[in-house]
């Protein structure tokens, strides 16, 4: 199978030159084990039924023994032995070198790795995070690539750009339903569709259960997932999904729902996106809460039954849909940037679907837009938000741009820079 170069690469190459191992977490079928193969020496499949029972006997009696071999080794999820987490800390601490381990998980087994009775210390200062997410449009090689973030950024971005990008909104569609599973490129189309909604069946009847060895009706976790899916990239509360389950589910409780949640959030098949609280020029209320997402946009188009067609049918929610999709990708060119993706949203209803802030302290807003007619409102909405903002504070905003499912990608002559998802890159 070709290997498609990841984002990923060069910052699991710079990672492993700083810290004595790293972990790679995120989704699985996101490509963590192939992004590591890359780099390591010698590897050891956890996972291996054939070798697993071995593995096992090894981990309860001298689990060194797994981490001999060349390095950097490769762990290839290592949660399945929770052991090995001391174990590679400790050798990391003997043998006084960098890049020795690289461990794989696609769950956490607690939100406090301290707790796992297996684990006794938190490997911080020893071993590096790394999340991995399904691929971008770049990646994939399906956006052009024309409009770089680091250059938005950097302020090199000629005000005179124009370009245009080859992905139709049919396509679009299509992508968004296939998703940024690396296996999906090898596939044609149709065969293509089916790995999220295998993604999600596997979820449901077998990992949402191992995560944390907790039994789960899995028609209450699709429910849960249903609601999750129809309330994309909206500030929705949990009490209001407990609302949308009770439907057709009036026995769960509070304490279920969040144990469901928590347990899909250790899979990392949620990932909601933080509120942004910069200081503003007036005492306007900044809502707080996060907004809901998915780690790929193709698991919501999964859990609600969409093809290619259906999204289409329905602009508004095509809209939601494609601003998960938006945020999967914006996560992913600002990663290398060494950055997050927030979300803005107050009391008086100015917004911004996506806050870019990196850690040196610079930071632009980005509104997302499936149709041209939007874009207008959307861009003024952006200059009125950043002028809104103390900039004496935090400085003013690094570029402000409207991510758009169109073709066209130029700068207005507000400053606000339209671009469309098939153009950008890191």
């Known amino acids: 199978m070709i290997y498609y170069k990841r984002l990923c690469d060069e910052i699991l190459a710079r990672k492993l030159r700083s810290s004595g191992a790293v972990l790679i977490e995120g989704p699985k079928w996101c490509g963590k084990t192939s992004t590591g193969l890359q780099l390591a020496k010698s590897v050891a499949y956890l996972q291996d039924p054939d070798r697993r029972k071995s593995y096992e006997q090894m981990a309860d009696t001298k689990p060194s023994l797994l981490l001999q071999g060349e390095t950097p080794r490769l762990l290839d999820e290592w949660q399945t032995l929770p052991v090995l987490w001391d174990a590679v800390r400790f050798a990391v601490d003997q043998r006084g070198s960098m890049g020795q381990f690289i461990l794989t998980g696609s769950s956490t087994p607690l939100d406090d790795l301290s707790q796992q009775s297996e684990i006794h210390h938190s490997g911080t200062g020893r071993i590096a995070r790394m999340r991995m997410r399904p691929m971008s449009l770049w990646e994939s090689r399906e956006s052009s690539g024309t409009v770089s973030l680091k250059a938005l950024f950097d302020g090199t971005v000629s005000d005179e750009l124009y370009y245009e990008s080859k992905i139709t909104v049919e396509h679009l569609a299509y992508l968004l339903c296939r998703g940024g599973w690396p296996g999906t490129l090898a ?52 009490t209001t999904i407990m609302q949308d389950v009770k439907a057709n589910d009036v026995s769960i409780s509070d304490k279920t729902l969040n144990n469901y949640l928590a347990a899909l959030r250790r899979l990392f098949v949620v990932e909601d996106v933080k509120a942004w609280q910069p200081s503003l020029r007036s005492k306007t209320a900044i809502r707080t809460s996060d907004k809901r997402h998915f780690a790929d946009p193709s698991i919501a188009a999964a859990l609600l039954g969409l093809t290619p067609e259906s999204v289409l049918e329905d602009f508004n929610l095509f809209g939601y849909l494609f601003e998960d999709f938006c945020v999967r990708d914006l996560r992913a060119y600002v990663q290398p940037l060494r950055g997050d993706v927030f979300h803005y949203h107050d009391q008086s209803d100015l917004e911004s679907d996506a806050v870019i802030r990196l850690y040196d302290g610079r930071w632009a807003l980005v509104e997302v837009k499936t149709g041209s007619k939007q874009i207008k409102d959307a861009a003024s909405n952006l200059v009125r938000l950043a002028s809104s903002i103390d900039t004496d504070k935090i400085g003013k905003p690094s570029f402000l741009m409207v991510l758009t499912a169109g073709q066209f990608a130029y700068r207005r002559n507000d400053g606000v820079y339209i671009v469309p998802i098939g153009c950008l890159k890191d």
């Open 187 to 238: 596939l044609d189309k149709k065969d293509a569709l089916d790995v999220a909604f295998n993604y999600v069946e596997e979820v449901i009847n077998l990992d949402v259960h191992r995560v944390d060895g907790t039994e789960k009706n899995p028609d209450r976790v699709r429910q849960v997932l249903r609601s999750y899916a129809r309330n994309v990239s909206t500030m929705t509360s949990a």
